[in-house]
Structures are given as C-alpha cells and as structure tokens.
C-alpha cells in the first residue's frame, strides 16, 4: 500500500539552531513530493517541490532547504531557525492521475523558542 | 498573489442544517480543483474533487459546485454534523502547466458545527 510517513511530530527548538524534518514514501516511485507550512492563521504555503532524486524547487527565498538523496526521502533543513519559522510542516505527494491529488503525512509541529 | 482565495476565515452552522463553503480562483489555467479537510494537528485529509469538463460532484453529504465563467466554487455538506468542524481548504490545480502536480490552496475556512 502507498503511505507516507513524517517525522518527528513534535519539535521544539532554540533560535539559531539546525533543523532536520524528513518525510518518506512507500508503496509507489518517482513520486513529485512537496513541502508544505501552515503558519498560525495562514493557509498552505508551498516551500518546496521535488519531482526527482536531487532536484529541488523553491517557491519562497528563506532560510530553508530541501534535499532528495533518495527516491523516497524528502528532507527539509535550516541551519539556523528563526522565529518566523514556527509552524506546522507537512509532507505531501501526488498520489495518481485518477482523482489525483495530494496525500499528506501527519505534520510536523516546529516551535521555535 | 492568492490564486485560491478563500475569503470566509470562519463558518458556524447549526447541526442538521447546510454549510455551504466557498472558493473563488484567478487563474483561468486551473482544471482540477479540490477541496480537503484537516483537524488541529494532523494532515489534510481529501474529501472531494471535480474537473473543470464538470460542474458539479456529489459523494455523499459532500457535494461540489463549478461555476467556471465567474470562477467560482463551493461546497456543500448536507446535513452538517458535529463531526464536520475543521478547517477546510479549497485547492486548485493546472496539469497543462509547468509544475505537474502542484496544488494551490485557499487560506481555509474554519467551519464549526454545533449541536
């Protein structure tokens, strides 16, 4: 079966410390995989899109970065966090032309103290 | 620049009776629009989708209404129930453009069902 699993689901982390979010998909290949923020009383924000192994789009210049090592594996990174980048960080990939649309993982819940 | 706008923050319905949300789009590109629900702490969940060839999808209590020419969307759940509150996002999408795949979402609507 086609699952995606995120994790941690919880993190809590000093300003100006590193950050380490992965998301990985079993069950399916060559997945488009995104990255995606909920900040506190916005919508969806895409950060990141990925349709291959080591390629990487970015939609919002910040203090982020993704990498694809794997065909499955999705990583979202800072090396330094701000405040701004509290959130709820969600994994998501496309699961299929017939009634395609996204699966998302559970969530990452970053605060930054 | 929202392409997906959804421009109620909040809804409260009565259980029982209609919540009717509502979606409004700028890119005449988009031929697939969706719409998910999500609960405090967790991923958004899909709840139903329709192509623009259509103008309107029902599964169950949910249904979804197009109207292409004022790019205009909603959806309907009939009856509410207490178990519907949650936050739910209208999404769109272009498979003729350049980033296949790529969903753009509404800000969301908080809808709150009340006994």
């Given amino acids: 079966s086609q699952t995606i699993h995120q994790w941690p689901a919880t993190l809590v982390q000093p300003v100006g410390s590193p950050l380490s979010l992965e998301c990985t998909v079993e069950g399916t290949s060559n997945p488009n995989l995104y990255w995606y923020r909920q900040a506190a009383g916005r919508g969806l924000q895409l950060l990141f899109y990925s349709v291959g192994i080591g390629q990487i789009s970015s939609e919002v210049p910040q203090n982020l970065s993704a990498s694809r090592p794997q065909d499955r594996q999705f990583i979202l990174s800072s090396k330094k966090l701000l405040l701004s980048d509290s959130g709820f960080y969600l994994c998501a990939w496309v699961t299929g032309l017939k009634n395609y649309g996204y699966t998302f993982g559970s969530g990452t819940r970053l605060t930054v103290v | ?115």
């Avoid at chain 2, 967790?42 to 989708?49: C, D, K, V």
């Fill in chain 2, 1 to 115: 620049d929202q392409q997906v706008k959804q421009n109620s923050p909040s809804l409260s319905v009565q259980e029982g009776r209609i919540s009717i949300l509502n979606c409004d789009y700028t890119n005449s590109m988009f031929d697939y629009f969706l719409w998910y629900k999500k609960y405090p702490a967790e991923g958004p969940t899909f709840l139903i989708s329709i192509s623009s060839i259509k103008d309107k999808n029902e599964d169950g209590r949910f249904t979804v209404f197009l109207n292409k020419s004022a790019k205009h969307l909603s959806l309907h759940i009939v009856p509410s129930q207490p178990g519907d509150s949650a936050v739910y996002f209208c999404a769109a999408s272009a498979w003729r453009g350049s980033t296949l795949g790529r969903l753009y979402f509404g800000r969301g609507t908080q809808l709150t069902v009340w006994p």
